[in-house]
C-alpha cells in the first residue's frame, strides 16, 4: 500500500465490482492499520477514511444509475456528515429527493444499498424529501442534528440546496431551542451512566466527559455561529488559545483510543471492556510488565474525560449567557472574595486564587455552607483552573489552606457537593500529594466498578448520605450511628485515606494508616483522634472479612474480633465505614445478606464488649437459652413437650449453639410434620430473616450431599453463599444453605416450589446430577487466578480441620468440590462461600473418615486433587 492513497482515488465506476469494492476497502483499511501504528496525525487518518467513503460511494452511485436522476442527492450525515469516520464506524446515509421517486429509481437505491451490505459496510440510511426530512426532525433532535450538519457527498446541489436553506436557524430548531435541548439531552445521557465515566469498562464515546460531549460543544457552536471547527471557538472568545489545543488534545486522544478499539474487536462499538483494554493499550504504545499497560491507558484516559468535562461545563455556561442572554442574574454577595450569581458562586476579584491560593479552599467551605449553591461560575471556573497549574507545591504544605480544609471536613455538608467538586476539578489532588497519586488508579478485576479515586469518593458520599433522614429505611443502623458521633471528621478522615496508598506495593491498609497519622498530626487533630483515625485505616477491611469469611456463630470468633475491636465507639466507627465501603465498590455487590451478617456480627460484638472481654459467654447458658425461646415459639404454634423432647434429643449441642431460636423452632415444626415420609424434606424460608433465601435440607445423611445440592442449585442458576453442614445423633442431615439469585434477591414466587422439589427429586438419588459445563463469562476470561489450598491454624483446640480455597470463580465451582470432598471421604461440617469478583474464597470445615481433623498425609491429598480439578477448569 502506498503513502499516495492519502488523496483519494477516483474509481471508474464500470470497474467497481463487488470483489473490486472489496479489495479497494481491505487495502484502505491494511493502510489505515499501519498508519495509526506508525503514528500518523489521527485527525488526517479519520478524515482520510471518510474522503475515501465519498469516492467509493460516488463511483457506486454513478454505476446504480443513480446519478442519471437530476433530482436526487447522496447526502452524508452524522459522524460521517462531519467527515469523521474511524475504521468500522457507521456510514448514515441519507438519500433526498425532490419529487417521488420512479420504480426504475427505487430499484436502482435498493441496488445500492444492497452493494452497501454486500461489502460489509455498517450503513444507516433513510430515503426522504426535504418536507419529510422537516417533518421527522422537528419532532426528533437526533434527527435534527444530523440535519444540520448534513454534507453532499454526490448528486443534485439544488436539492441539498434545498435542505440547507430549510434547516436554516430562523426556520428549524432555533439557536435557543437547540441549545436548551441539547444541554437537556446531555444531562439525560450522563444519568444512564450514573454521572461518572470513572467506570473500569467505560463508554469512550457516551460517558460524560466522552466525545459526545465534545460532539455537543461542536454542535451548538455549529447551530448558533455557524462554526464548522472547535478553532473558531476562540475568535468568538469562548476558548482561549491553550483551551482550544487542551481540548483538541482530549479530542484526539478519545479518537486514538476509538480508533485502537475498533482495530482491536473489528466492529463499532465504544465501550472499552476487560478483555479489549490489553491489545488497544498495546496498540496505543503503552508497555510495561504485567497490567501496567492497561493501568497507565485508562490513568490517561480518566485524566482526559475529567478535562473534557470541566471545558464542557464552562463552555455550556458561557453558551447559556451568550444565546440565552442568562446574564443579569441576582448578585449577592457572600463574603469579600466570594458573591452568588443565581446560584452559582463567583469570586469577585480576579487572580484571587494565584495570589490567595487558601481562597480555592475557602471557595469549597463557602459551597459547604451555603444550601443554595449549585456550582461554580464560569469564569470563576477558568480561574479555578489556570490556579491549579500554577500552584508552586501542594496546598497541605500551607497552615491556612490545612486550616480551612479541616473546617470542611468538620462541616455537616462538607462531604455533600463541596467534596464532589473538589474532586471533579481535581482540587483533592492539588490539595494532598497521595491523592494525587491515585487520581484514575486502576483495579483491574471484577470486584470494583470504580478507579481508586472515584470509589473513595462514593464512600465519602455514602457516609454524608447516612447522616440525611432518607438513610433511616436504606440503612437504619448507620443512620443512627451517624447521628450520634460526635467527630464526623474523623469517619471522613479514615474514608479519605482508606485505599490511598493503593498501586504502592505492599499492603494498603498499613501504608494508609501511616500516611492518615502523619496527615493527622499534620493538621493538628488530638492524638487520640489521630489513632482513631488511623486504626481505622489499617482494620477497614477486618469486619468484612470476619462478617464474610467466619462463622460469626462461633463465640470464639466473636470474642476474637471484640478483642480487636475493644471499645464501641471504634466498633461503630469500623462498622459504617465497612457499610460505606461495600456500597461504594461497585452497584451490585451490597445486598440484604451481607447487611445482615454485618448487623449480626455488630450487635453480638457489641453484647461482648459490654459483657466485658474478661466474662466470655458460657456456651451451656447459650444452648439453655436458644432452646427456651425455640420452646416458646412451638408451644405458640400448639407443639407440645412430649413432641419436642425426644427430637431435640436428636440433635447435637452444636446444633443448638450454632442456630437461632427462630430456626430451631423452623426445623422442629416442619420435621415433626414430615416425619414419617419417605422422601427428603426441602424447606425454604418464606420470610428471609438473614438477607437470604434459607433452604433446610433434612435427610438421612449421604456421601456427597453437598456436591448434588451445590449442582442442583448451579443448574437452577442459584449461588451459595453459606452453608452449615450438621448431622444428628442418629445420622441424618440437618443443612442449611443460604442461597441468592444472581442479582443478590432472595429467591421467590413460582421458583420456590420448583426448587424444592428439584432438590427432592435429586436428593432420592445417590448420583449428584451433571454439572453444567459452561464456558467462563466474557470478563472471567480475561483473568487467572492461582488456586490455592490454604490449611487454617484454629484459634482453640479443635476436632476439625479448617481450609481455605482461592479460585478462579467458575460453573460448577462448589458442586466440583463437593465431589472431591466425596472421593477422598472426607466429611463436611460447614461452608462459607465468598466471591470476591472474579475469584471465591471459600472456606470449609472437614472431618476424616473417622470423623477427626486431617493428618498431614490428607491435606497433601486434598491440596492436590484440588488443585488439579481447579486448574484443569481454569485452562478450559
Known sequence: MHASLLAPAQFDPAELTLPKCKEILARLQQWLEQRFKAGDDIMELVVTRSQHMDQLLTGLWQQMGLAQDPELALVAVGGYGRGELHPYSDIDLLILCNCEATPAINENISCF??????????????VRSVAECLKQGENDLTIATNLIEARLVTGCYRTFGALTRATEPDTFWPSQAFFEAKREEQVQRHRQYQDTSYKLEPDIKNSPG?????????????????ATTLHEMVSHDFLSQDEYLELLDCQNFLWKLRFALHMAIHKSDNRLLFDRQRAVATTLGFAGEGNEPIEQMMKRFYQTVRRVSELNEMLL??????????????VTTLTPEFRLRGTLIDAIHPNLFIDKPAAILRLFYQ??????????YSSTLRELRDARRLLPNFLCDQADCRQVFMMIMRHHEGC?????????????????????????QMQFDMFHAYPVDEHTHRLLKNIYRFRKPEAKRSHPLCFDICSRIRKPEILNLAA????????????????????????????????????LVSWLVRHHLLMSVTAQRRDIYDPDVISEFATKIKDELQLDFLYTLTVADICATNDNLWNDWKGSLLRELYFSTQKALRRGLENPLDLRLRIRENQRQARQILTRLDTTEEQIKPLWARFTADYFLRHTPEQIAWHSRHILAHDNSPRPLVQISQQPGRGGSELFIYCPDSPNLFGRVAAALDQKNLNIHDAQIMTSKDGYALDTFIVLEPDGQ?????????????LSDVLIHSEPPKVRIRPPSRRHREFTVTTQ?????????????????????????????????????LNLHAAKITTIGERVEDFFSLTNQQSLPLNEQEQALLREKLVAELSLENSE
Open 746 to 758: 432472595p429467591v421467590s414466587g413460582d421458583r420456590l416450589s420448583d426448587l424444592c422439589q428439584r
Open 113 to 126: 444499498i444492497t452493494m452497501l451490505w454486500d461489502l460489509r459496510l455498517e450503513i444507516g440510511h433513510s
Open 416 to 440: 455533600g457537593l463541596a467534596l464532589t467538586l473538589m474532586h471533579r476539578y481535581g482540587i483533592l489532588a492539588a490539595y494532598l500529594p497521595q491523592w494525587n497519586k491515585i487520581v484514575g
Open 789 to 825: 489450598v490454604n490449611f487454617m491454624r484454629p484459634q482453640r483446640p479443635t476436632k476439625r480441620t479448617l481450609v481455605e480455597l482461592v479460585a478462579l470463580d467458575t460453573p460448577g465451582l462448589l458442586a466440583r468440590v463437593g465431589n472431591i470432598f466425596s472421593q477422598l471421604k
Open 496 to 531: 479519605l485515606f482508606h485505599d490511598i496508598a493503593k498501586g504502592r506495593g505492599g499492603d494498603h491498609s498499613e501504608l494508609g494508616a501511616e500516611d492518615a497519622l502523619a496527615f493527622c498530626q499534620q493538621h493538628e487533630l488530638d492524638p487520640s483522634d489521630a489513632r
Open 317 to 330: 455556561q458561557l453558551f447559556d449567557e451568550a444565546i440565552l442572554g442568562h446574564i443579569a442574574m441576582d
Open 210 to 226: 466522552g466525545l459526545r460531549d465534545i460532539q455537543t460543544i461542536s454542535w451548538v457552536t455549529r447551530r448558533h455561529f455557524g
Open 367 to 376: 459551597i459547604a455552607a451555603q444550601p443554595h449553591i449549585t456550582g461554580i
